[in-house]
């Protein structure tokens, strides 16, 4: 069945110490978004890709980067993870045939996020 | 800029007893408004979306929203709720390429 596949599901890193989360699609879309989630939030974008186009949302910390080499996978960075960035991030794709605002998004099952 | 108030965090409710979950937006412009599902530990799945035409959407699994753009509202109903509707259920709005959610409500159905 075509995905979206996250891994891992769940990650645990120390105070400061970078960590890269994946996420992979067999969906062929164009559009790559990633999302952070808190307990009893709204998820929230931080940012995604048209193609290769990177959009960074104003509010998202310089703090977390992202990277998209081909189609299927995109990369989230946190480089000096804090306390404050245990969440759960989600992964989304979609078309981009209407741009965007009509779109279908289909999510992965998410990473979540332990910050000792 | 744009919001999506879901006002109810919790819904507890029987099996077989109708449901409402309450989403209200708002926005300057035209809108595009959806419902996604998060059943447990699984990702988001769209349930059904409002783009434009009849006002009255449908899911495949029973499910309706209305849209009413004068009371900027698109809450969602089924008559009748299964154990199986267990889940968290977010409302989003977009008019550009990027979905705002509400803060989600989490519909607990007791048998």
């Known amino acids: 069945d075509a995905m979206v596949i996250q891994n891992p599901r769940y990650q645990v890193t120390q105070f400061g110490k970078p960590v890269t989360l994946s996420c992979s699609q067999t969906?062929?879309?164009?559009?790559m978004y990633w999302y952070q989630q808190k307990s009893s939030q709204a998820p929230k974008l931080l940012f995604h890709?048209?193609?290769?186009?990177?959009?960074n949302e104003a509010d998202t910390p310089d703090n977390f980067q992202s990277r998209r080499p081909n189609t299927s996978f995109c990369f989230l960075d946190i480089r000096s993870p804090g306390l404050g960035d245990a969440a759960m991030y989600l992964c989304?794709?979609?078309?981009?045939?209407?741009?965007?605002?009509?779109?279908?998004?289909?999510f992965g099952p998410g990473t979540r996020l332990t910050v000792l | 800029a744009q919001s999506v108030t879901q006002l109810d965090s919790q819904v507890p409710v029987f099996e077989e007893a109708p449901v409402e979950l309450r989403c209200n937006y708002s926005s300057s412009v035209s809108v595009y408004l959806f419902w996604y599902v998060q059943y447990p530990n699984q990702g988001l799945q769209l349930l059904l979306k409002?783009?434009?035409?009849?006002?009255l959407v449908e899911s495949i699994n029973g499910f309706e929203a209305e849209f009413n753009k004068s009371q900027t509202s698109f809450h969602l109903r089924k008559p009748s709720v299964h154990i199986s509707d267990t889940a968290e259920y977010f409302c989003a709005v977009s008019n550009t390429d990027k979905l705002i959610f509400g803060t989600g409500t989490r519909l607990q159905v007791f048998p």
């Open positions: 989304a794709t979609s078309t981009g045939a209407s741009g965007g605002s009509t779109d279908t998004q289909y």
């Open positions: 409002y783009l434009s035409g009849s006002t």
């Open positions: 890709y048209y193609d290769k186009d990177f959009n």
């Open positions: 969906l062929n879309h164009n559009v």
